[in-house]
């Protein structure tokens, strides 16, 4: 081989410069130069042990927050506003209804709920017209009518009833 030629280790190529061999390898054959990266064993360890970790407290918190919602705790606080007359009117494709449902979680079916929508969804029923329900979901409450998502700390405070 000539000293002012430098030849590929790859694929025989030659080149007058170390700079254009250099250039040659890193456009064409990059992947002989890739080093693959290494991680300890130690480090992989850590890595598994932080990921059970979080897995862990991500499932836990699944189903501390579902469970917490679905376990009937609300039962007797739901109870209390039906039996106080409070009623609930919604619509079935109302989002905001929809939400104001899960706050109860299971316990919502001792809620007085009325729905207002037919089952096309394009025309308020008359129970709902003749009780001036203009937005879903409102809360009659004593004859008082509250629009809107309310908390449940809201609703004990406009009632008589106690949260759990």
């Given amino acids: 081989m000539d000293d002012n030629k430098f030849k590929c280790k790859d694929c025989d190529k030659e080149f007058s410069t170390k700079e254009a061999l250099d250039m040659h390898v890193k456009s064409k054959h990059f992947e002989s130069i890739k080093q693959p990266i290494k991680i300890s064993k130690k480090t992989k360890n ?3 042990i932080i990921a059970i970790i979080v ?9 501390t927050t579902k469970a917490s919602a679905d376990d009937g705790r609300y039962d007797v606080f739901a109870q209390c506003l039906s039996d106080n007359n409070v009623s609930m009117y919604g619509a079935w494709w109302c989002s905001h209804c929809k939400s104001q449902k899960e706050m109860f979680g299971s316990s919502f079916r001792y809620i007085n709920y009325i729905e207002c929508s037919n089952s096309q969804g394009n025309a308020q029923l008359q129970v709902c017209k003749d009780a001036g329900i203009n937005s879903y979901p409102t809360w009659d409450i004593s004859g008082q009518k509250l629009e809107g998502v309310l908390t449940l700390e809201a609703l004990s405070t406009s009632t008589n009833c106690t949260l759990p």
């Fill in 46 to 48: 850590w890595i598994l």
């Fill in 55 to 63: 897995g862990v407290a991500l499932i836990g918190y699944y189903f």
